[in-house]
């Protein structure tokens, strides 16, 4: 058996898909030589990252399998970080070194320890994602591969791109009345696939990151984002609202309708609903449940969302949205105001960042 060279591989990490325009990469800490270590790349950041974000700040660890042909060359080997003066390096327990032949293939996952309940893997490419119900609590998946690396290509440290691989989903609400004002309570989405399948692919002489075995989308199945009231006053431009999302990347079925003629039907299909109440700018109450609270006022979804993507939907509340029940015994979608034009502005679709789609 040859001797292996004594010479070592350090790893690199460039935290998720952010627009290469975008990125901005500092060299942190440089591998002492024989040892085992990361040399990381820090990318540069968006407005558009949150506290769910997979960050080279809240990164506390990853694991990485490397493959050497048809063997391993380790595997689930976990590299933490690790503070060394002023500097910050992330080692694993194990030294390891480069191959006397052949070339190095590396798959590398990390998550927020917390959402373990929510990640089930399967082997070091395949992961049932499972979002917790609570936005608050859900967790960004991310990956990388760097394939084909050797002890000359890796010299300076071996890139892990690392990318996300859910989706993320943000609200914002304006107000182009004159007329009203609205009191906003959270906002939520609705009819998705809660669960699926993540899943690195090296078939058919490509790599690919894809999505299966979703779960059947369901009336019930939703996820939350409440929030102390806010007021949104006439004529008032796009607002965010609190808590963002990482959810499993599908489909959207539309809502058209309720599922039946039933009073207090909810619809089939996908909305993002706002909880809210309805005043006139003098303040009397226009549209609430009927005991002066905040009611759900849904608007319908109907497109796609892909791995890495976060989509912005912007909200016109002066259209009204429809009633999340059905009002009237007619299977149609009942409208909260009247003679209303019931409208999103935009969504904004990007990797992470800024971007806009008008629709």
Known sequence: MSVMKKSVFCLALAVIAVLSACNKTQVIEEAASGEITLRPLLSGRTKASSTLDMTADNLQSFTVNARNGDHFLFENEVYTKTDIGESVAYVSEHKHYWPSSGS??????????????????????????TPDANATKQVDLVYAVAKEQDETSGAGG????????????AVKVKNSSSTLKFEIEGWKVAYLSDSGTFTYSESNGGDTFQWNNLAAKEIGTEYRSTFATKHIDPRTDATPLEGSMILVPQTLDKATAYASADLGAKPTGAYIAVKMKVHSAGGLPIIHD????????????????NPGCLYTYTIELSGG?????????????????????????????ANWDENAENL
């Open 104 to 129: 190095v293939d590396f798959f590398a996952y990390a998550y927020d320890e917390d959402g373990a309940s929510q990640v089930s893997k399967t082997d070091y490419k395949t992961f049932v994602v």
């Open 158 to 169: 071996v890139p892990l791109t690392f990318q996300h691989t859910g989706s993320k989903i």
């Open 290 to 305: 009927g005991n002066d609270n905040a009611l759900w006022a849904v608007w319908p979804v109907g497109n796609t969302w």
């Open 321 to 349: 949205g429809y009633y999340e029940t059905n009002q009237d015994g007619n299977a149609d979608l009942d409208p909260i105001l009247e003679d209303t034009e019931i409208q999103f502005v935009f969504v904004e679709v």
